[in-house]
């Protein structure tokens, strides 16, 4: 039982080039995230995906788009990279939705340097 | 975008001492969630609290829920030299998939 997996761990891209973040989750639940963390910023919602099928923005989503593959899998590409997406990327899910109990579950992170 | 007031930023205490850290919000939560998050790590969930004056535990660690729905407060009693890290919040209001988070107290012991 892995919990909330990332891929890759650690990338380096150069300003233009594009990558997409992968993130998998055996929990069974609906709701998956997408964050970023800069220092002294906390974490800042980049966009979500409350179920399979549906896809919303969050706080900064400029420079992104997500892919809900399916119930499992949420995927962040970044088109064309850049330097201020230098940032650490945390993939979560969520239990419970619009329920009483709900709680976020954190994957590892992804270490991004844009040069 | 709104983030969460958590205080204070960072701490440096003696192996030993107990710890107090909040976080205030300008909304009304239904939810508050806190986090422990190591070097190079993902948060982990330490605690999660879902009524208003609701106090739980898990081992040393102790959390409130402040009755304003407001505010939430952690407290860590002797600490030892693995709590170092940084600790976040996160609130939800009712009737959204979203948290909030607070941007983190980092907290430093010295043996």
């Known amino acids: 039982n892995a919990g909330v997996t990332q891929t890759p761990k650690f990338q380096v891209l150069k300003t233009g080039q594009s990558m997409t973040l992968q993130c998998a989750q055996d929990m069974n639940h609906n709701s998956m995230y997408w964050y970023r963390q800069d220092p002294g910023m906390g974490l800042r919602l980049i966009y979500y995906?409350?179920?399979?099928?549906?896809?919303d923005k969050g706080e900064v989503p400029n420079g992104y788009n997500v892919s809900r593959l399916n119930k499992r899998e949420f995927s962040l590409r970044l088109e064309s990279a850049a330097p201020s997406q230098t940032s650490v990327y945390f993939c979560a899910t969520q239990s419970a939705d619009r329920g009483f109990r709900n709680e976020q579950f954190f994957g590892p992170g992804t270490r991004l340097t844009v040069l | 975008g709104q983030q969460l007031n958590q205080s204070p930023q960072s701490m440096f205490i003696q192996e030993g001492e107990d710890v107090s850290m909040n976080c205030t919000s300008s909304s009304i939560f239904n939810t508050w969630l806190w986090y422990k998050q190591d070097p190079g790590e993902g948060p982990v969930l330490l605690i999660a609290?879902?009524?208003?004056?609701e106090l739980t535990s898990n081992g040393r660690l102790t959390a409130q829920f402040g009755i304003t729905r407001k505010d939430s407060f952690l407290n860590i009693s002797a600490s030892i030299p693995s709590d170092v890290g940084i600790y976040f919040c996160a609130g939800r209001t009712s009737g959204t998939y979203k948290y909030i988070f607070g941007t983190g107290t980092r907290l430093k012991v010295l043996a």
């Open positions: 609290l879902y009524k208003a004056g």
């Open positions: 995906s409350a179920s399979e099928g549906t896809t």
